[in-house]
């Protein structure tokens, strides 16, 4: 299975990303053409500053130029770094998105081929930014220390505050982005009050110290140092881990997505240019490219995910409004710090 990871970073077509992680033939989608490398320091490129890896971002960026001929530079940055004076932004979550979006950092977009791409529930009602991809943030457990019967007796979340989970759970940091959103899912469900009593039973349930990040989270589960936990899907479902599995919620409508986002800066000096890069990432080839560099699910609904995890779309197939959780992210923050969660 590491292999078959191996392959979908460094591959730069769909057709050979899907057709090398294949559990059977996949019938191709249509080709980008060969791909070229662009002249990255030539005039009128677009800077492109990106929370992702660049080993995920290149092979699509390198697919717009091929096809377009639009150049670019890519500056790649740490979650929650202050965003540089770049042209168009790509942020790994809805919190990183929210917070640049609400500091002014992004120029409205008004497209009509962005809006036939992409669904309202995951594009803002303002234009300032939309959703490339989308994953569950789901709870994660080791299947050689947690039952079938316990996992039965999970329907959501908040089901990690029972006693069954004294000393067994483990949670990567509050300041990690999907855990940000997390307690902003959690107010929307209940009042504050409730929500914070949550937040309070899941850290007097911790097993260990916080984690600075999910990947620290999910090796101490793979290890046996945790029973259970909750991260992004993306590195689970890879097999990347050996015995780390995802828990489904009977219910889809309980499991929090998150998305990577595009924008177009308020700065930008090119911004028809910017605005024609995110319509090419939100149509359907380029778009199934993009989420397939990170194992992620397309944000236009008619492009095709990776056969690896196609059979996972149904948990992420209900669409919600982000931006009632990006409005309550910031009083997250607040309860997380009332509550001891750091």
């Known amino acids: 299975m590491r292999g078959c990871q191996d392959k979908l970073l460094n591959s730069s077509l769909v057709l050979i990303m899907l057709a090398a992680c294949s559990q059977e033939p ?27 890896p660049p080993q995920q971002m290149i092979p699509v960026l390198d697919g717009w130029g091929s096809e377009t001929g639009g150049r670019f530079e890519l500056v790649t940055a740490e979650a929650g770094e202050e965003p540089v004076e770049a042209d168009f932004y790509v942020n790994g979550s809805l919190a990183e998105t929210w917070d640049q979006a609400e500091a002014d950092a992004f120029r409205p977009v008004y497209s009509e081929t962005v809006a ?18 989308r994953r569950a943030r789901a709870i994660v457990y080791n299947p050689e220390q947690v039952s079938a019967a316990e996992l039965q007796a999970i329907p959501d979340y908040e089901s990690l505050r029972g006693q069954i989970w004294r000393n067994r759970l483990c949670l990567s940091s509050s300041t ?27 850290r007097a349930n911790l097993a260990s110290t916080v984690f600075a990040d999910d ?31 995802v828990h489904w919620f009977a219910s889809p409508s309980e499991t929090l997505v ?20 995110l319509e090419w990432l939100t149509s359907d080839t380029p778009n199934a490219l993009f989420a397939i560099q990170d194992l992620e699910f397309p944000a236009n609904s008619n492009a095709r995910p990776a056969n690896l995890i196609s059979g996972y779309a149904q948990n992420v197939s209900e669409l919600k409004s982000l931006e009632e959780l990006g ?14 969660y750091p």
Do not use: K
Request: aromatic residues 2%; glycine residues 6%.
């Open 215 to 245: 990947e620290a989270l999910l090796a101490a589960i793979d290890a046996g140092d945790c029973a259970i936990g909750i991260a992004d899907t993306t590195g689970v479902l890879t097999g990347a881990y050996d015995n780390v599995s």
């Open 26 to 52: 996949a019938d191709p989608p249509s080709e980008l053409p060969e791909i070229a490398e662009p002249a990255r320091t030539a005039s009128g490129q677009v800077v492109v500053q990106s929370s992702r």
């Open 258 to 277: 998150d998305v990577t986002t595009a924008s177009v800066s308020r700065h930008a000096r090119d911004p028809d240019q910017g605005a024609a890069l």
């Open 176 to 202: 990690v982005p999907g855990n940000r959103l997390m307690v902003a899912l959690l107010i929307s469900r209940h009042d504050l009050r409730e929500a914070e009593i949550i937040v309070r039973e899941w």
């Open 327 to 340: 409005f309550l992210i910031e009083e997250a923050d607040r309860l997380s710090e009332r509550a001891g």
């Open 116 to 133: 036939r791409n992409i669904d309202a529930l995951l594009r803002d009602s303002e234009s300032r930014w939309t959703a490339l991809s």
